[in-house]
C-alpha cells in the first residue's frame, strides 16, 4: 500500500502525463471520474485531486492484484449500463454529476443483486466492481501521508477530515509520565507551569 502510496504522490504531482501500469488512459480517465462521485470535490478536496486514480493504479499491480479482473469486467458492465440508462451518452466520465450518481446508484443495486450469489474461496461473498472501487478510493484518500515520499497528494485527505500530521505525546496524568524523552508539553500546559 505505501508503495501505490508513493506511486500516486508522484504521479499526481508530476508535470508530465503519467504512464498507467494497468489501465489504459481511457480506462484511467472513467476510473477517475467515478472516484470523483465517490469522493466528490466540494468546498474541500475530492479523490481527483488526492491523485487516487494513481493509487489504484499502482495498487492493482502491486498488492490488489487479485482485483485485476473486478476491473477489468466492470468497467466494460458499468460502460453498458451508462448507454441502456442514458443512450445518448458515450462513457461515464461524459455524463452530468447527477447522471453519474444515478448510473452508479443503479448499477451497485444490480451488482450488488448479481454479486449476492457469488461466494469467493474463503465463503465471503465477492465484493462488486463499485464496492471495490469505493474502497480503494477511501484508502487513496486517507492513507498515510507519512513523508513528502508517500500518501496521498499533499495529504488531501487527511486535511478534509482534520487530522494532524505531527504526533502529540500526552501522559495520562502528567505527574509520573512527565520525564518521559519523547514528552513536550502544550503550549497551553507549559503557560501553565510559568504561572
Known amino acids: 500500500m505505501l508503495s501505490a502510496a508513493a506511486h500516486a504522490r508522484q504521479a499526481a504531482q508530476s508535470e508530465l502525463l503519467a504512464k498507467f501500469e494497468f489501465f489504459s488512459a481511457e480506462q484511467a480517465v472513467e476510473v477517475d471520474a ?43 458492465e458499468l460502460q453498458a449500463n451508462v448507454r441502456e440508462l442514458f443512450p445518448s ?5 461524459a455524463a452530468t454529476p447527477e447522471q453519474q450518481d444515478q448510473i ?26 463499485f464496492e471495490t472501487v469505493r474502497l480503494y478510493t477511501i484508502m487513496g484518500f486517507l492513507i ?3 513523508s513528502d515520499k508517500r500518501g496521498n497528494l499533499d495529504g488531501v485527505g487527511w486535511k478534509v477530515i482534520g487530522r494532524e500530521r505531527e504526533h502529540m505525546f500526552q501522559p495520562p496524568f502528567g505527574y509520573y509520565d512527565k520525564d518521559y524523552p519523547g514528552w513536550q508539553p502544550n503550549p497551553s500546559d507549559a503557560e501553565k507551569t510559568k504561572s
Do not use: C, M, N, W
Not at 36 to 59: N, S
Open 34 to 76: 467515478i472516484s470523483a462521485r465517490i469522493l466528490p470535490t466540494t468546498d474541500t478536496p475530492g479523490a481527483h485531486e488526492a491523485g487516487v486514480i494513481f493509487f489504484i493504479d499502482r495498487a492493482l499491480v502491486t498488492f490488489a492484484k487479485d482485483d485485476q479482473k473486478i476491473y477489468a469486467e466492470g468497467l466494460p
Open 89 to 93: 451518452i458515450a462513457k461515464f466520465s
Open 104 to 129: 452508479l446508484q443503479s448499477f451497485d443495486a444490480r451488482s450488488a443483486a448479481a454479486t449476492g450469489a457469488r461466494q469467493s474461496r474463503r465463503g465471503a461473498a465477492t465484493p462488486s466492481f
Open 144 to 146: 498515510d501521508p507519512d
